[in-house]
Nanobody, 124 residues
Framework: QVQLVESGGGLVQTGDSLRLSCTANGGSFSTYHMGWFRQAPGKEREFVARISRSAGSTYYADSVKGRFTISRDNNKNTVYLQMSSLKPEDTAVYYC?????????????????WGQGTQVTVSS
C-alpha cells in the first residue's frame, strides 16, 4: 500500500511562486494516476490538477489553468505541483492523491490514497 507525503507548503505573497512535492513510499507509484486537491476552511475539498501515470495527460481546474503545472518523476516516486502567480484565494491545505481509476478524475472519492496535506497561505 502506498503512503504519500507532501512537502513545500508555506506562507507567500500574492504573485509569488511555490512548488509542492509529494513522494510515495511503498506500492507501485508508476501505476497510479496522481492528483492534487485543496481544501480551504469551511469549504469542500476541490480538484486542482491531475496527471496520468505515464505523464501523458494532464488536467486542471479552470481556477488554476495557466498558473499551475503538475508533473511527475516516476524514477523518484514524486509528483509536483508548480504554482505561480499565486492569489489569496489559493490559500488552502493541499493534498496529493493517488488512484488506479482513470475516469471520474475530479472526484475525491475516486482516489484511494491520500497524503496528510500541506498548508499554503497567500497573503494579499
Amino acid at each position: 500500500q502506498v503512503q504519500l507525503v507532501e512537502s513545500g507548503g508555506g506562507l507567500v505573497q500574492t504573485g509569488d511562486s511555490l512548488r509542492l512535492s509529494c513522494t510515495a513510499n511503498g506500492g507501485s507509484f508508476s501505476t497510479y494516476h496522481m492528483g492534487w486537491f485543496r481544501q480551504a476552511p469551511g469549504k469542500e475539498r476541490e480538484f486542482v490538477a491531475r496527471i496520468s501515470r505515464s505523464a501523458g495527460s494532464t488536467y486542471y481546474a479552470d481556477s488554476v489553468k495557466g498558473r499551475f503545472t503538475i508533473s511527475r518523476d516516476n524514477n523518484k516516486n514524486t509528483v509536483y505541483l508548480q504554482m505561480s502567480s499565486l492569489k489569496p484565494e489559493d490559500t488552502a491545505v493541499y493534498y496529493c492523491a493517488g488512484t488506479t481509476t482513470y475516469n471520474r478524475i475530479y472526484y475525491p472519492t475516486s482516489y484511494a490514497y491520500w497524503g496528510q496535506g500541506t498548508q499554503v497561505t497567500v497573503s494579499s
